[in-house]
């Protein structure tokens, strides 16, 4: 077993409360919290002015794992999580080939338990044909997160163009459905008229007016419709605008909600204005919008209409991003920057730290049901993050982990550093170095009773 580990006289951000304490890190687990004397044989750390939290559990990325390593891997984007302070990711099965099915989910198990330096879950993608195998499937038991996740995406997005089987899915499953929402339909509609315009080399301002609010206000109501009917356990991903924010419900607890969802942190730290001088680098799907709409966003976070933050983490390559509207890419990378971008609007006085431990800590867990992580408790696995909130430092392409290299970032001061990062007990990144030995785990759920 590893040397016991004893943070002193940390500020611990925990489950709404910032106190400063001592924690106890034995093997994997967090052994004790409390005023806890040295040892000989313990590993000190001081605390002292530094923030200790649960590490991030970033609720959806792309890490491109079989298929697509030309933009990043498994091995890149852990290491540029950890060093963000993300410990544990959720990555989405628009891999190539796609995550259909129970053989290609265990293959993205496998080769991250070899590769990743954080713990990690799989989505199961859906699609037309695999829809009734599916739902024979016993996805209990070894498949931990994935028993519960459903995902559905990109062009032809079946939000738009197959409300039939969407009937189906959600009179049937039981477990998360996570859905990416725009309607396709209105997307293409809207692209036809600015190509008329422009042709291929559409400014990307008007990127917004393409995948508008509308294209993601009806596909958002009409998801919210179908799982109210059918009494479905719906969760929308990346939320985009402030009129999509009122649909959404703050009056009861996450763990009772059948109906949630997130914003990613593109979408409150970007706006339109900012396509000027990011171009297609800051193209995303959904894309970013107004400032009334990232306004709307944050405040719809803090006051529990939005329940988690993420980062649709999705990298391309650089030559990928730099193309004429229609063929660029979009997505772009974040999982680094996560963290510190809601430290910076802490720093702003938007946000308090117990609101961004909730969003980016806590709730992932309960939202997908996540066993023994998220919360800095004793018996739970030692995933944590110290942050030093006065430790200026600027995005720059020496620092940025991403296989693809490059960040919407890049230039950006931020006031706070992660320096420390301990995944199951092992501190896997501490000011700027990795320790690369110890791999990360596989989520594993609760059952339904917790
Ligand atoms: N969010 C994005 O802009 N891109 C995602 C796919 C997606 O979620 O549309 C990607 O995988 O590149």
């Not at 989405?92 to 338990?113: F, G, V």
């Not at 009409?222 to 719906?234: D, N, P, S, T, W």
């Amino acid at each position: 077993m590893s040397t016991p580990t004893l943070i002193q006289q940390v500020t611990l951000v925990n489950e709404g409360q910032s106190q400063v304490t001592d924690v106890l890190i034995v093997g994997e687990r967090i052994h004790q919290i409390g005023s806890i004397p040295a040892q000989d044989g313990f590993r000190v750390i001081d605390g002292r002015g530094k923030f200790l939290l649960p590490g991030v559990i970033d609720g959806q990325v792309h890490f491109r794992e079989p298929g697509l390593t030309h933009k990043a891997d498994l091995h890149s984007e852990s290491k540029a999580a950890v060093a963000g302070g993300v410990t544990s990711f959720i990555d989405m099965p628009n891999t190539r080939p796609n995550t259909l099915n129970l053989e290609l989910l265990a293959e993205k198990y496998q080769i991250a338990s070899q590769k990743s330096l954080a713990n990690y879950g799989f989505l199961l993608g859906i699609n037309g044909k695999n829809l009734d195998e599916v739902m024979q499937w016993d996805t209990s038991g070894l498949l931990a997160i994935t028993d519960d996740g459903l995902y559905f995406s990109g062009k032809g997005n079946i939000l738009a163009d197959r409300p039939d089987m969407l009937e189906r899915i959600f009179s049937r499953y039981k477990g998360v459905i996570a859905i990416h929402s725009e309607k396709e339909e209105i997307v293409e509609k809207n692209e036809e008229i600015y190509r008329e315009q422009y042709g291929e080399d559409v400014p990307v301002k008007f990127h917004p007016l393409i995948r508008s609010e509308q294209a993601c206000y009806e596909a958002t109501e009409r998801a919210i419709g179908l799982a109210e009917k059918h009494g479905a356990r719906l969760h929308i991903l990346h939320l985009s605008t402030a009129k999509e924010t009122a649909l959404f419900r703050n009056d009861i607890p996450l763990s009772e909600k059948k109906i949630t969802t997130e914003v990613s942190v593109h979408h409150l730290w970007f706006t339109d204005l900012d396509y000027e001088k990011k171009g297609t680098l800051i193209k995303w799907n959904p894309a970013i919008k107004t400032q009334k709409d990232a306004d709307g966003l944050l405040e719809a976070l803090l006051d529990d209409r939005i329940d988690l933050i993420t980062t649709d983490h999705a990298p391309h390559t650089l030559e990928e991003k730099l193309k004429p509207y229609f063929q660029s890419m979009s997505g772009a990378p974040l999982v680094q920057h996560s963290l510190v971008c809601l430290l910076e609007f802490f720093h702003q006085g938007k946000i308090s730290l117990e609101k961004i431990t909730e969003k980016m800590c806590h709730n992932p867990a309960i939202l997908y049901r996540i066993k023994e992580r998220g919360f800095v408790r004793e018996g739970y696995f030692a995933d944590l993050v110290l942050v030093d909130l006065n430790q200026p430092w600027t995005v720059g392409k020496e620092n940025i982990l991403y296989k693809c290299g490059w960040s919407p970032l890049e230039g950006t001061t931020f006031h706070s550093q992660v320096t420390h990062t301990w995944v199951n007990g092992n501190l896997v990144f501490e000011e700027g170095t990795f320790h690369e030995n110890a791999k990360g785990k596989a989520l594993e759920v609760w059952d339904l009773k917790n």
